[in-house]
């Protein structure tokens, strides 16, 4: 099982960035997937990312970037 988190509000991404999800929500929201046994946790707007990614991964780059 994978989790692919959004941008957390962490000391690591102090001044990183805004939308940040607190570390609270990203792990109950981990949790909800580990326990309905997906196998891939997409968290926030990930799962678009990774699509946009599949598709077109300069864009996906440059997304991450503008963060």
Do not use: Y
């Given at each position: 099982?994978?989790?692919?988190?959004?941008l957390?509000?962490?000391?690591?991404?102090r001044?990183w960035?805004?939308?940040?999800?607190?570390?609270?929500?990203a792990?109950?929201r981990?949790?909800?997937?580990?326990?309905?046994l997906?196998?891939?946790?997409?968290?926030?707007?990930?799962?678009?990312?990774?699509?946009i990614?599949?598709?077109?991964?300069?864009?996906?780059?440059?997304?991450?970037?503008?963060?």
């Amino acid at each position: 099982m994978q989790a692919f988190l959004p941008l957390v509000d962490t000391p690591m991404t102090r001044g990183w960035g805004s939308g940040k999800w607190t570390p609270e929500d990203a792990a109950i929201r981990i949790i909800k997937g580990l326990e309905g046994l997906k196998l891939n946790i997409n968290i926030g707007k990930v799962k678009l990312l990774r699509l946009i990614h599949r598709c077109m991964p300069w864009l996906a780059r440059r997304i991450m970037k503008a963060g």
